[in-house]
């Protein structure tokens, strides 16, 4: 042993020589990287080489390979050793660099692999001050492409870092997949465990926009009644239609949705803050109110606009906006229409 560390002290001297001389020299071409690593190996092996010292070791390699880009010998190394040291307690570690290579090698599949060997596997480590099951678990969530997956690291994260992840997002990414897979009981849950953090109406989610507003329509067509929905579009159009050439405000009060119903421009977006509509359509009934004997031609299987005019207001055309109800966990109301807001002023 004693040789060994006296060559490894050599030739560290040469490298600093070498480097503040900023030349080639014979030294530095005798001393190949080839024998550096292979003495380094050496040295991991020394059955008094502590643990510590031992991280350190393939630590050093590890890091040699990457600063060479050579990708391939990393990962064969790091499997090696961990096959070769199962006792070895940062093994989590060496399997996460090896997770995180094929990521970087677009080789997601082998990549889950990995991530899911470590968490699995393997007890958490804390490594610079982040834990290697959490590192795991993140990439795991944007590797995995079935919704059961999802769900279940998302569960996961919840119940062992809680405080290290934004509940009011996990909350919400979990209603969502729940969603996808049509449990409806555990969405209803998790949109109501979103709706309750301080932080519901101003988070902003990737891939999940206006969250907040998905989640209080979901909550309030649970609770509320649901009387003014209706079995078919038509008979949305004829009831409201009805209402109108009578002048009863009332009727038409009974008909608009209870569940966010909205009055807006068309440049504007449901969820902004100022177009919950809540007025009375008596203020603005006090002439005779026209209406279009057929519904806008941009009308679908799933929404439709009926234009009316002679409104006592600003902007005397209103387009009433009717749509099918998606809502599964209550099949009563699922599939059915509502009068869901009014756009002022002509289509743009």
């Known amino acids: 042993m004693l040789k060994l560390q006296i060559r490894l002290i050599y030739i560290f001297l040469c490298i600093i020589l070498c480097t503040s001389c900023n030349q080639k020299t014979p030294a530095t071409t005798?001393?190949?990287?080839?024998?550096?690593?292979?003495?380094?190996?050496?040295?991991?092996?020394?059955?008094?080489?502590?643990?510590?010292?031992?991280?350190?070791?393939?630590?050093?390699?590890?890091?040699?390979f990457v600063s060479k880009k050579q990708m391939q010998e990393l990962i064969l190394f790091l499997t090696e050793y961990v096959e070769n040291h199962p006792e070895d307690q940062y093994n989590a570690y060496w399997l996460l660099m090896v997770a995180h290579t094929y990521m970087e090698e677009k080789a997601k599949p082998i990549a889950r692999y990995y991530f899911d060997r470590v968490l699995n596997n393997y007890d958490d480590l804390i490594i610079k001050g982040t834990s290697v099951h959490f590192t795991a678990l993140t990439n795991l969530i944007q590797l995995c492409d079935t919704a059961d997956s999802r769900i279940k690291f998302f569960n996961e994260l919840i119940l062992r870092f809680s405080?290290?992840?934004?509940?009011?997002?996990?909350?919400?990414?979990?209603?969502?997949?729940?969603?996808?897979?049509g449990e409806w009981e555990q969405m209803r849950k998790c949109y109501a465990l979103f709706e309750a953090q301080p932080d519901a109406t101003t988070i902003q989610i990737?891939?999940?926009?206006?969250?907040?507003?998905?989640?209080n329509q979901m909550l309030k067509l649970n609770t509320s009644a649901k009387d003014w929905s209706f079995e078919s579009l038509d008979a949305l159009e004829t009831a409201v239609k009805s209402a109108l050439k009578t002048n009863n405000f009332k009727l038409l009060e009974k008909y608009r949705s209870r569940v966010n119903f909205f009055a807006m421009t068309w440049r504007q977006e449901e969820t902004d803050s100022n177009t919950q509509a809540n007025f009375s359509m008596a203020n603005f009934m006090?002439?005779?109110?026209?209406?279009?004997?057929?519904?806008?031609?941009?009308?679908n299987t799933n929404e439709a606009y009926l234009r009316t005019w002679g409104w006592q207001q600003n902007v005397s055309v209103w387009y009433f906006y009717f749509r099918k109800i998606n809502f599964p966990l209550d099949p009563d109301i699922h599939g059915r229409w509502e009068w869901v807001g009014i756009y002022y002023g002509e289509k743009l």
């Open 30 to 64: 005798k001393l190949s990287n080839e024998q550096k690593l292979n003495d380094l190996k050496q040295l991991l092996e020394l059955s008094e080489t502590t643990q510590e010292s031992r991280f350190t070791l393939v630590n050093q390699i590890a890091n040699d």
């Open 206 to 215: 990737s891939g999940i926009p206006n969250a907040y507003h998905r989640a």
């Open 163 to 181: 405080e290290k992840i934004s509940l009011t997002e996990m909350y919400a990414r979990l209603a969502v997949e729940y969603e996808n897979i």
């Open 286 to 299: 006090r002439g005779n109110i026209r209406f279009s004997e057929k519904l806008d031609e941009t009308s």
